[in-house]
C-alpha cells in the first residue's frame, strides 16, 4: 500500500511549480505580516532598511519565486528536456529560502543573505537555459534575456546595499519592477489570446493589430530608459501616454463579455487594466502633482501581484491533470481580496490623502488574506499527485 505522506512528498518535488508556487503565497502573506509590523514599528529591523527590505522581496523574494516555479515548468514543456527535480530542485528551493530567512535577522547577516540570493538567480538562469540552448529554441531568447536582468540587477541591489554601488539599490528595484512588467507584457501577448478563446464558454476568435506588440516593446523601452537613467518627467510622460494608447487598444482587442464568467481569465485581464493604470498615473504625473509611487505600485501590486496568482492558479490546475475551467471557488474571492488591496493602495490615497495610515493597513490587510485564501485551496493540489496518475 502506498503512503501518502511519501507520495505527497515525492509529488511535490516533481516539478519547479510545486514548490515554488507553494513558497511563493506563504511568503506573500507573510512578508506582508511582516511589512505590517515594521510599518506599526513593531518588527525587529530586518537586514536592510524597511522601505528597502519590502521592496526587495515582493520583487526579488516573491514574484521571483513565482517566476522560477513557472519558467522550471514551462521550459520542460517548451524543450522536452527536464529541469530540475527531486534534491537538485530541492538545493534551489532552499537557496531562495535561506535569503528570505537572513534578510529577517539583522543587518549582521546581509551578506549571507546575498550569497544564498545570487546563487539561487545564477542556478535557475542555468537550469531554463540549459535546455533552451540545447535544442536551439532561440524564440525563448527575449524570456532568457529578462531572467538575466532579473538575476543581475539582484546582483546590483547587493552591491548598493553592501556600500559598492551608489545607485545600485534604487537600479535594482526601479528596474526590477520595470522588467517584471516587460516579461507579463510579453507573456501576455503570447498566451492571453489563446487562453481567452479556449477558457471562454462559447466560441469567439481574437485579434489583435500587428503593430501592437511592436509599438509596446518600444514605447516601454523607451519608458524604462526615460525613468531609470534619464529621470526626464516629460519623456517617461509622453512614453507612458503611449503605452496607454497601445495597452488600450490590446485590452479592447482582447475583451470579449464571456472572460467575466472565468476568475483565470478576468484575473489576467484584470491585471493588464491595473498595468494599464500604472501608465495613465505615470503620464498625468508628468504633468500634475500625483505621487509617481502610486504608478508603481499600479504595476507591482495590481500588474505584477493578480497576474502572478492568476498564473500560479491557472499552471498549477492544468499540470496536476485538473480542469482549469472548473478551478477552487474560493480563487474567486483570492483574486477578489488582492483587486481590493490594489484599488485601495493605489486608488484611495487620491482620495483620501488624510487616511493614508489608515488606508495603506487597509491594502495589506486584504493582499495577507488574498493569499492565505490561495494557500488553503492550493496547498493540497500542490501537494498531492496528479489526479490522471502520470508524473508532474
Keep these: 500500500m502506498t503512503n501518502p505522506t511519501a507520495a505527497r512528498r515525492r509529488a511535490l518535488w516533481q516539478l519547479g511549480f510545486r514548490p515554488f508556487f507553494l513558497a511563493a503565497g506563504s511568503f506573500a502573506a507573510l512578508a506582508m505580516l511582516a511589512w505590517t509590523g515594521m510599518w506599526l514599528g513593531e518588527w525587529p529591523r530586518p537586514a536592510l532598511p524597511p522601505v528597502q527590505w519590502h521592496a526587495h522581496e515582493m520583487i526579488y523574494g516573491y514574484a521571483f519565486a513565482v517566476v522560477a516555479g513557472f519558467l522550471l515548468t514551462a521550459v520542460r514543456n517548451w524543450t522536452g528536456i527536464p529541469t530540475p527535480d527531486g534534491l537538485p ?21 546581509l551578506l549571507a543573505a546575498a ?5 539561487f538567480g545564477a542556478a535557475l538562469l542555468l537550469a531554463v537555459a540549459r535546455p533552451v540552448v540545447r535544442v536551439r529554441q532561440w524564440r525563448q531568447s527575449g ?7 532579473l538575476v543581475l540587477a539582484n546582483a546590483l541591489f547587493y552591491a548598493g546595499a553592501l556600500g559598492h554601488a551608489a545607485e545600485g539599490m534604487y ?11 516587460a516579461l507579463i507584457l510579453t507573456m501576455a501577448g503570447r498566451v492571453m489570446p489563446g487562453f481567452i478563446e479556449r477558457g471562454v464558454r462559447v466560441p469567439v476568435s481574437i485579434h489583435e493589430p500587428r503593430w501592437v506588440s511592436g509599438a509596446t516593446l518600444l514605447l516601454f523601452l523607451g519608458l524604462f530608459v526615460a525613468e531609470l537613467f534619464l529621470h526626464d518627467r516629460q519623456a517617461v510622460a509622453v512614453c507612458a501616454l503611449g503605452l496607454a494608447i497601445v495597452t488600450a487598444v490590446r485590452l479592447r482587442a482582447w475583451h470579449t ?6 476568475p483565470l481569465l478576468w484575473g489576467l485581464f484584470l491585471a493588464l487594466v491595473a498595468i494599464e493604470a500604472g501608465f495613465v498615473l505615470y503620464a498625468l504625473a508628468g504633468w500634475l502633482p500625483i505621487p509617481r509611487t502610486l504608478a508603481l505600485h499600479a504595476f507591482a501590486a495590481g500588474g505584477i501581484g493578480l497576474t502572478t496568482l492568476a498564473m500560479m492558479a491557472r499552471v498549477a490546475l492544468g499540470h496536476t491533470g485538473r480542469d482549469i475551467r472548473q478551478p477552487p471557488r474560493s480563487v474567486g474571492w483570492a483574486l477578489g481580496l488582492l ?9 484611495m490615497p487620491l482620495l483620501m490623502p488624510a487616511s493614508y495610515v489608515v488606508v495603506i493597513a487597509v491594502s495589506q ?8 485564501v490561495f494557500v488553503a485551496a492550493y496547498a493540497p493540489i500542490l501537494l498531492a499527485p496528479r489526479v490522471d496518475g502520470t508524473a508532474g
Design 143 to 149: 524570456i532568457m534575456a529578462k531572467l538575466l536582468l
Design 115 to 119: 550569497a544564498f540570493d545570487l546563487v
Design 365 to 372: 490587510a486584504l493582499w495577507i488574506a488574498a493569499f492565505v
Design 339 to 347: 483587486l481590493g488591496s490594489v484599488v485601495t493602495r493605489v486608488g
Design 257 to 262: 463579455p464571456g472572460l467575466w464568467r472565468e
Design 171 to 181: 537600479y535594482a528595484l526601479y528596474g526590477g519592477v520595470f522588467v517584471l512588467v
Design 89 to 109: 530542485l530541492a538545493t534551489l528551493v532552499a537557496s531562495w529560502l535561506c535569503a528570505r530567512v537572513l534578510l529577517l535577522m539583522g543587518p549582521d547577516w
